[in-house]
């Protein structure tokens, strides 16, 4: 059995952030952060004479999904103001994901939902939906 890569590590340190120029700025207290999930559309090129009548399909065009995070809520501060702004702007954006290890993952995307949790006894959470718009890029840390 192989032993697992010295570089694994877990999530925390990791920051999700608006990029305006060259300035990164970071939300201040996500507490969870779910990447884009990539996937590909599959094309029917079925015909009347697909071999042994099975279909056929050739790669489509691809989608990067959505980033959603879940972060300590400040009702109209911090966190949840900035989100807000950005839900209001109708704008695609440049965003950010900077893992621990110096690795970052760069999207332009809009907010397309933003929520808000009150549980009487437990912390209160606000969370994002981002749509990304076109091809992340990934750029391994140096």
Request: aromatic share 8%; hydrophobic share 40%.
């Amino acid at each position: 059995m192989a032993a697992t890569v010295a570089a694994t590590d877990i999530g925390f340190a990791t920051t999700f952030g608006k990029v305006v120029g060259n300035a990164y700025t970071p939300l201040a207290e996500v507490t969870e952060l779910s990447p884009p999930e990539l996937s590909r559309d599959s094309v029917d090129f079925t015909h009347f004479g697909s071999p042994d009548r099975h279909r056929e399909f050739k790669p489509g065009l691809s989608d990067a999904g959505e980033v959603a995070l879940t972060y300590n809520l400040v009702p109209g501060l911090a966190d949840d103001a900035v989100i807000a702004t950005h839900v209001a702007t109708n704008a695609v954006e440049q965003w950010r994901v900077l893992f621990p290890n110096g690795a970052k993952l760069d999207f332009n995307g809009f907010a397309t939902r933003h929520g808000r949790a009150t549980p009487m006894d437990d912390k209160m959470t606000g969370s994002a939906t981002f749509k990304v718009s076109g091809k992340p890029v990934l750029t391994p840390a140096a």
